[in-house]
């Protein structure tokens, strides 16, 4: 049973829920982050670079997991270099270091990015819906490159250590009021959701993903993607798709507003249902 959990990317929007759900359930964390806001529910916080050995291995001290979410989460405000190289550095050393000091579960956060849909440069469509694990990428942006790379990052991992390592595919993760926000967006303008089939995940969800990742058992390497069962739209998905995905083969039915994204290998490896579902 997990103990003792470090927790990196701590004082983003993810971490602090995966802080406040560790310290629901009993688990103590140390935090990592480049600066120290102030009011982390941890036993520790260590200040630094996740992509520094010295500082990983300082923060590894007397943990038995690692939940690993420290990362640019954008391709829009760093260059690529700035984008990949940070986010696969600081993966690989948080790995690699856990992997020496003989810890064998790790949660990665990944995104639904790895699709390639978000911040395409170019008009891009699913090959095929409902999305699901075995989907060809169409990556042109190096944030969605650097969660490919982080997913086999941690494959390497899981050999090179014995690990277990779970990627988190996130979609848009938010708490009620950003979610509400997202909804209005896309009332008004439901073409701003299109590349993210208008999915969602409350924050509560994401952190209880994270969480329920470090009991999967190893060695092994898995990627799940995940999301709420319905949208953020008050259109059916069908709809949806037609409009903005026209011609796209429909591998499964779509009703309501259900969402256009498969999550029965997160329900399988995690036993993860979402709890938290917005009400429009």
């Known amino acids: 049973m997990t103990e003792h959990v470090l927790v990196t990317g701590a004082a983003g929007r993810i971490g602090r829920a995966v802080l406040a759900h560790l310290a629901d359930h009993g688990v103590a964390a140390t935090a990592l982050v ?81 699709t390639g849909l978000p911040w395409s440069v170019t008009d891009a469509h699913p090959p095929y819906l409902p999305v699901d694990e075995a989907m060809p990428s169409q990556v042109s942006d190096p944030y969605g490159l650097s969660k490919q790379a982080d997913e086999l990052i941690a494959q390497m991992a899981a050999r090179r250590h014995e690990m277990s390592v779970v990627c988190l595919r996130y979609p848009f993760v938010g708490d009620q009021e950003r979610l509400a926000a997202r909804a209005r967006q896309l009332r008004q303008n439901p073409a701003a959701g299109a590349a993210e089939l208008w999915t969602y995940l409350d924050v509560r969800d994401a952190a209880r993903a994270a969480l329920l990742a470090l009991a999967v058992p190893g060695p092994g390497a898995h990627a799940v993607h995940l999301c709420a069962p319905d949208t953020l739209s008050q259109q059916p998905t069908s709809d949806l798709i037609a409009r903005f995905h026209p011609g796209v083969e429909l591998r499964a039915a779509i009703s309501g507003r259900q969402a256009a994204i498969r999550t029965t290998a997160a329900e399988k490896l995690l036993g993860f249902v979402p709890e938290w579902l917005f009400e429009l």
């Open 34 to 114: 480049l600066a120290d806001p102030g009011g982390l529910t941890a036993r520790h916080v260590v200040v630094g670079d996740a992509a520094d050995p010295a500082t990983v291995r300082k923060a590894l001290h007397g943990v038995d997991a690692v939940i690993h979410l420290a990362a640019i989460p954008t391709p829009e405000h760093n260059t690529p270099q700035e984008v990949f190289g940070t986010n696969t550095m600081a993966t690989l050393t948080v790995l690699e270091e856990a992997g020496h000091a003989g810890i064998h579960h790790a949660c990665l956060a990944s995104s639904y990015g790895v």
